[in-house]
């Protein structure tokens, strides 16, 4: 069809509902066809069919970040695109555009070599690195867009270019930061790094024990060194038998480690928080690289999820006492709230500049519900309630987390500073005059602004 050599799904075809559902089922997408693509020429060519029956793009990995319905779009699908070659000797990989981070650790992790992967290994490696990419080892080596060679990118007029810090140098800047408001990504080349274990795991704390833990790990993160990454979930544990058995139906606050120095200096620098309060469960200890996900321990399965994101400048013991209220153990709040740690080497910038914002914020803050069968108005009303409690200390969000109700000019002009927005939407009005890719966080081009 019209050049595309993948199966392509039509409404009431038979692969039309598995392919246009993603992960989060918070938005049901209804796209006028689904393009399922097995290289870059049938990329390109879905775009050419899109721009000539002037519909929207919209592109889809895994589905774990939907921000608007694709309706009546064309849908891209590139769970086809699942190829990974590795060069041990330059430590780069590069990645087709349907990878997810399993897919990545599988081939690296026998070299000794870690990519810059998020905390979830189902996630697509794509998506998360255009948008910024904050994972296991950020502290110490930065966002994962830092550390992009090259990339492979078709554009609205359906051409396949490639993209370096001197090919297409606006294209490389914006799309590294930007994520898909530029075009289909359909492949990156990116730095891989000598790492083969970590010192991590998690700490598990009671609810009569989340103040202590909470004000301790807010002390204890102004002194760690760049190596040490950490966030932390304060969640009400479903009453299910998938939960381990001393986390069953209680308040837990889960204080995640990943350390990539020596770990005996792991086992000192932990101590502290060790020594904060009793812990439910204590699972840290050294972990060889392929067991990265085990360390947040992230749902796998399909599921409607709401989801909010801000940043703090820094955790405060007003900050901390705000937040409990909010979003403790004594709270009665429907959202998970979770809290990573930014600074260290997400606060520099990159050796060849690009998009990503954030770099002032002290931590990132995502408020997190289940969404099925539910208000999303109520939802969204709570989670801006705990957004109203937090206030002094916000900062701007991060785009990669940016949710369904953040798909606003406003919301997405907020995640950068002007100059960068600025610069973003001279980008996109150059390369994507009708804003053919619209199905995201947009960036508008200037006849839209």
């Known amino acids: 069809m019209n050049g595309i050599s993948g199966p392509v799904h039509r409404p009431g075809d038979a692969g039309y509902d598995t392919h246009r559902c993603g992960y989060n089922r918070v938005i049901e997408h209804k796209p006028a066809l689904v393009v399922e693509a097995v290289n870059a020429d049938d990329v390109a060519a879905a775009v050419r069919l899109a721009a000539a029956e002037e519909r929207p793009v919209a592109v889809q990995a895994t589905g774990h970040g939907p921000a608007v319905p694709a309706d009546d779009a064309v849908l891209v699908h590139t769970g086809r695109m699942t190829g990974v070659r590795v060069d041990p000797t330059a430590r780069t990989a590069r990645l087709a555009a349907g990878v997810r981070w399993r897919d990545v650790l599988a081939v690296t992790v026998p070299h000794g070599l870690a990519p810059l992967n998020g905390s979830s290994p189902v996630v697509g490696a794509v998506g998360y690195t255009t948008g910024g990419g904050i994972g296991m080892l950020g502290r110490r080596f930065g966002f994962a867009a830092d550390h992009v060679r090259a990339i492979d990118l078709v554009t609205a007029d359906g051409r396949l270019r490639r993209l ?177 740690h930014l600074g260290g080497a997400y606060a520099r910038p990159p050796a060849v500049a690009n998009a990503v914002g954030g770099r002032d914020a002290g931590f990132s803050l995502s408020s997190m519900s289940l969404a099925d069968a539910v208000d999303l108005a109520a939802l969204r009303a709570a989670h801006e309630g705990l957004h109203e409690r937090l206030r002094p200390w916000l900062a701007p969000g991060l785009f990669n987390f940016l949710g369904v ?45």
């Open 164 to 340: 370096t810090a001197t090919q297409e140098p606006d294209l490389f800047w914006a799309v590294r930061g930007g994520k898909g408001n530029f075009g289909v990504v359909t492949a990156l080349e990116v730095d891989l790094f000598p790492v083969s274990r970590l010192y991590g795991g998690g700490l598990y704390f009671g609810a009569e024990a989340v103040p202590d833990a909470l004000g301790a790990y807010a002390d204890w993160t102004r002194a760690v060194p760049d190596e040490m990454t950490s966030s932390l979930l304060m969640v009400l544990v479903p009453d299910i038998e998938a939960a381990p058995a001393p986390l069953r139906g209680r308040y837990v606050m889960h204080l995640r480690i990943a350390w990539c120095g020596a770990p005996e200096e792991g086992e000192r620098l932990v101590a502290p928080l060790r020594a904060a309060a009793p812990a439910l469960m204590d699972t840290l200890g050294v972990l060889p690289y392929e067991r990265v996900g085990s360390i947040h321990h992230e749902p796998t399965d399909p599921a409607a999820s709401y989801g909010r994101n801000v940043a703090l400048r820094a955790l405060e013991p007003d900050t901390v006492a705000a937040l409990l209220a909010a979003a403790g153990p004594d709270a009665g709040a429907p959202y998970a709230v979770e809290l990573r």
């Open 405 to 449: 109700h953040d798909a606003t000019e406003q919301a997405v002009r907020a995640t950068f500073d002007p100059a960068t927005y600025a610069r973003l939407v001279d980008v996109k009005t150059e390369h994507d005059p009708a804003n053919l890719f619209r199905i995201n966080h947009n960036i508008l081009p200037r006849a839209s602004a």
